[in-house]
């Protein structure tokens, strides 16, 4: 009984202790009580759950060592996500210490005592728990290690002006806040923040911090300079071995930018001393041979890559070995040895990583600067899917390859049909001997194929059977955290063009499932005999066995009839070949011209501008009585007017005039007003077709006639000569003009196939010559807003009328042009959008033509499963309030509807009719409050402690404090993490 009432007592004890260290008063217990428990209870765990991911991302994490490693690998965006679950557990921790042992209450003051600076500070403080400015400390550093600087930034900015009047706790704030601004490239606002702290009174205990953040600044900023005294402290600091090693290599690299080559060796040397994984100490030992063969030492450096591209430890890594060796080859200006070195990395990678794209990057450059295209393009466009679009450089990358994919079968056919007509020119048995020869190359090719093959075979087999077997079949693709969808990430889409093009090799891009322009005017000849020409066809088909054995010849690659069949010796051959090659000179001189060369400060220096001058002078001088003779001369003009050389320019329009005198090239430089056309020629031509698209809505033909020929005479290439026909056409048949509406129409699509209004003018086309009779006997665009079908009003008994009732399924639709909006990502982004944002409800997407638009103009997208008006619109406002969505939505019209008053538009109303409805009935209306989306169909009762507020200032862009709950949906939100130490 005793004892009993003793532990009886003790409770009781306990509990009064307890709630006299109320959070509510300040007093030297409670702030001892709720220090103690911040520290030993939940700081404790969340401390042991941020070691934990920190460990995990030291294992994990991937550097790519081609490039300047970042300080801390949260640089890295492929290691993000590794430890983020420990994170998230260690930010729950220290808003729970937060939320229940912060003290905000003054303390009481003897109001007798005087106060002191010392007691002035103690009472303006913010905080009273004298721990809790740790916990602030490690939930902003769990925030920067998840890679969510913003998320950070906040925290470590309410932080500082928490503990305004503390120096240490201000310091180390201030230091990760400016951290958080450099990983975001704030550039001047972490600038700011530095410029701000004092160096004289900062804290010694806040020394350490600040010395990365100096470090960690002036290496984003690229004053590498200024950072080397800094990361030399950083690396005193540092405890952590993985993490020393990595800064040692940043040391090296930094070293090597500024040219110290014995400093950077030296730093390598200490990374390898370091004991880190293979991989770090491999790209030491890499980097070790690059910077001393700069020297004297290039035989020596180079045989021993080899020896370590003999090894098989390194079987992974010989892309790197020989991408090594080939950077040593360049800095003496070896540049055949360099693209040998590269050649054979490239065909050793086994990985086919981020090494391998640098090595074919690289390999690129220099095919490109000895114009070499083709190989160039092949570099390049296996490069672009391996490279990740932040790499240094990708966007020259892809611009390249993008050119060189139009440019390479012009300069391929240049090259071929040449050797084609040599071989046709050369005496039979030299020709024989060339092709003979070629065929010997061929075979012994095929044969050293094979032994590597065999070798490899071999390779994979012993990986096997040891376990060790890596991934060869697909290429190591860098993921992308944008949340990009396959088919518009570039590096899916090259690997794919690689795979393609591997396969079935080069194909001529014709669209062969939208024939639109292909068949709406593919009107059958009357003197075509179908059951004619199907016979024609069936006639030989009883082959010889002398012409089947000729036809194996002509197509085995080692028989000289492969080669023979191909070489142009009739007339009428050599007339196709011609016709090859003039047509590949031209086009291959414009795209040197108008793509190729970006000189603009110095135009005459311009190699481009020398191959597009040497191809189009070659054109000229070798076909003289041509049709393209005329264009080249033309683009000559612009190429010597691009370069000064006047002289040569006024040349090129006497020999138009002589020759083509009435070409249209001609009469556009003839034209008077060319100099002023060539200057304000596309707002003048802008502004005459926007004069002509109101006549033609006005119904006045006479303007819209006078204007199309306004246009002929003054603009014959202009951008909107396609629409200045179209709209002619539409005019004429709005006149009963049939055929010349036909005719016109016909023009558009036969002579400008890529314009925008093709489609639709094959469309209409196609209509008149079924016989089909225009809308209203009249054909209106952008009309589709104010149409309705008069017959169905007619039709109608006049009951069915616009509804104004609230609680029916409504419809959020999103009307856009396909010519300005990509309907598949639209459709990408909004289910996106919506599983991201709306996780208790399901919304159906639909994408159909517009009702009412016949012409095919536009299209809706229609989101359904709203129960009511309220619903639909409060998704409406939430999804135009993210600035991202609204971005993307901007060319798009927006409606909200409900099903039954849709079923009326076109019909009895027109659009414009339910807007002026809308803007009456619905707008108006008050909506209701509550957040209607995010709730369940069955709602359960949630748990108290778990739903109680939380007071975690965690700052958001309007400096509102959000609740707990709101904060953690927020970090659930971010998919990243990183490391640092």
């Known amino acids: 009984m005793r004892k009993a009432i003793h532990i009886l007592l003790t409770g009781v004890a306990i509990v009064m202790t307890m709630v006299g260290c109320s959070t509510q008063k ?11 428990n911040a520290r030993y209870n939940t700081f404790f765990n969340g401390s042991q759950a941020f070691i934990d991911g920190n460990l995990e991302k030291e294992k994990g994490n991937k550097d790519n060592y081609t490039e300047l490693i970042p300080l801390y690998a949260v640089g890295n965006k492929a290691s993000r996500d590794i430890g983020k679950g420990q994170y998230d557990l260690t930010i729950e921790k220290c808003s729970k210490a937060i939320k229940q042992h912060s003290i905000k209450v003054k303390p009481a003051w003897n109001g007798s005592k005087q ?15 004298p721990f809790l400015w740790k916990v602030w400390l490690l939930m902003g550093k769990a925030q920067f290690q998840q890679g969510a600087f913003d998320e950070a930034a906040a925290t470590f900015s309410y932080m500082s002006r928490l503990y305004q009047t503390q120096p240490l706790q201000n310091g180390l704030a201030r230091a990760w806040l400016a951290k958080c601004y450099t990983e975001l490239g704030w550039m001047y606002d972490a600038e700011d923040v530095i410029r701000n702290m004092n160096r004289d009174s900062m804290d010694f205990r806040a020394v350490k911090d600040w010395d990365y953040t100096y470090a960690n600044y002036f290496i984003r900023h690229q004053e590498y300079q200024k950072a080397l005294p800094y990361l030399h402290k950083v690396i005193k600091h540092e405890r952590r071995r993985i993490q020393r090693a990595r800064e040692w290599f940043l040391m090296g690299q930094i070293q090597h930018l500024l040219g110290n080559r014995e400093q950077a060796y030296k730093a390598f040397e200490k990374v390898v001393g370091c004991h880190p994984p293979y991989e770090l100490e491999f790209n030491a030992r890499i980097a070790q041979t690059e910077v001393m063969a700069e020297g004297t030492n290039v035989h020596q450096m180079i045989s021993r890559l080899k020896r370590m591209a003999a090894s098989e430890n390194n079987t992974d890594n010989l892309d790197q070995i020989y991408y090594a060796i080939g950077n040593i080859y360049l800095t003496q200006r070896d540049t055949t040895q360099a693209i040998n ?8 990678s086994v990985k086919n990583g981020i090494e391998k794209g640098v090595l074919l990057l690289s390999l690129g450059d220099l095919y490109w600067d000895k114009e070499r295209f083709s190989d160039a393009q092949r570099c390049y466009g296996e490069a672009i899917g391996l490279l990740d679009k932040d790499h240094t450089g990708y966007e020259e990358l892809s611009y390249r390859s993008k050119v060189l994919d139009e440019l390479v079968p012009y300069t391929e056919a240049i090259q071929l049909q040449d050797s084609l007509l040599a071989l046709a020119d050369m005496p039979e048995a030299k020709r024989l001997e060339v092709i003979d020869r070629v065929i010997d190359n061929l075979r012994k090719k095929e044969e050293k194929e094979r032994k590597e093959q065999a070798m490899a075979e071999v390779e994979q087999q012993r990986q096997q059977e040891d376990g060790l077997l890596p991934n060869t079949m697909l290429p190591t693709t860098p993921t992308s955290g944008n949340g990009q969808w396959y088919f518009y990430n570039p590096v899916a889409v090259s690997q794919g063009k690689t795979t393609f093009l591997r396969q079935w090799g080069a194909r001529k891009n014709i669209d062969n499932w939208q024939r639109v322009n292909q068949t709406v005017v593919a009107v059958p000849s009357p003197s075509e005999d179908p059951e004619e020409a199907s016979s024609d066809s069936l006639e030989d088909t009883g082959l010889s066995d002398e012409i089947e054995e000729s036809s194996l010849n002509t197509s085995n690659p080692h028989q000289r009839d492969y080669y023979l069949a191909q070489i142009p010796f009739s ?16 086009h291959a001189g414009i795209i040197f011209k108008d793509k190729l060369d970006r000189s603009a400060s110095s135009p005459h220096l311009s190699r481009h501008l020398h191959l597009s001058e040497d191809m189009l002078t070659r054109l000229t001088e070798d076909y003289q009585d041509d ?12 190429l010597y007017a691009r370069q000064g050389r006047q002289q040569q320019a006024d040349n090129c329009i006497r020999r138009l005039q002589h020759d083509f005198p009435e070409n249209e090239w001609t009469l556009l430089l003839s034209d008077p007003n060319y100099a002023v056309n060539a200057k304000f020629g596309e707002h003048i031509e802008d502004s005459l077709y926007a004069a002509t698209y109101e006549a033609f809505k006005n119904n006045q033909s006479e303007i819209v006639r006078a204007n199309v020929q306004l246009s002929a005479d003054r603009f014959p290439l202009g951008d909107n000569r396609a629409k200045f026909i179209f709209i002619d056409g539409l005019s004429r048949l709005n006149e009963g003009d049939r055929d010349g509406c036909a005719s016109q129409l016909k023009f558009v699509v036969e002579r400008y196939p890529d314009s925008e209004v093709t489609s639709l003018s094959g469309m209409i086309l196609k209509g008149i010559q079924e016989g089909r009779t225009p809308y209203g006997n009249q054909f209106e665009m952008s009309d589709i807003w104010t149409r309705r079908s008069t017959d169905m009003a007619e039709d109608s008994t006049g009951t069915a009328t616009l509804s104004d009732e609230r609680n029916q399924h409504f419809l959020f639709i999103l009307i856009y042009q396909p010519d300005s909006v990509n309907a598949n990502q639209l459709l990408f982004e909004m289910a996106r959008y919506n599983f991201t944002n709306f996780l208790v409800r399901n919304f159906e997407i639909l994408q159909m033509p517009l009702a009412g638009d016949r012409a095919g103009a536009w299209q809706q997208m229609q989101i359904s499963g709203f129960l009511n008006y309220d619903e639909a619109l409060q998704y409406a406002q939430q999804l135009y309030a993210d600035n991202t969505m609204s971005t993307r939505l901007s060319p798009c019209r927006s409606l909200i509807i409900s099903e039954g008053n849709l079923s009326l538009i076109g019909t009895r109303y027109s659009y414009d009719d339910y807007m002026q409805f809308y803007e009456k009935t619905f707008l108006p209306m008050k909506i209701s409050e509550e957040k209607l989306l995010i709730l369940p169909k069955t709602i359960e009762q949630p748990d108290i402690e778990e739903t109680e507020p939380s007071p975690t200032p965690t700052r958001t862009d309007d400096g509102i404090q959000p609740d707990n709950n709101q904060r953690k949906q927020q970090v659930q939100d971010f998919d990243f993490g990183d490391d640092f130490w």
């Not at 300040?26 to 103690?36: E, K, P, Q």
Request: charged letters at 30%; proline letters at 0%.
């Open 341 to 348: 070195a590269y050649e054979d990395g490239a065909l050793l």
């Open 26 to 36: 300040n007093t030297g217990n409670t702030r001892w009580w709720h220090s103690f």
């Open 627 to 638: 049709k393209c003779i005329a264009e080249a001369w033309y683009h000559l003009y612009l």
């Open 571 to 586: 007339e009428e051959q050599k007339k196709n070949s011609h016709n090859i090659l003039k047509d590949a000179l031209l």
């Open 115 to 129: 106060k002191t600076a010392k007691d002035r500070e103690w009472l303006g403080r913010r905080e009273y728990n």
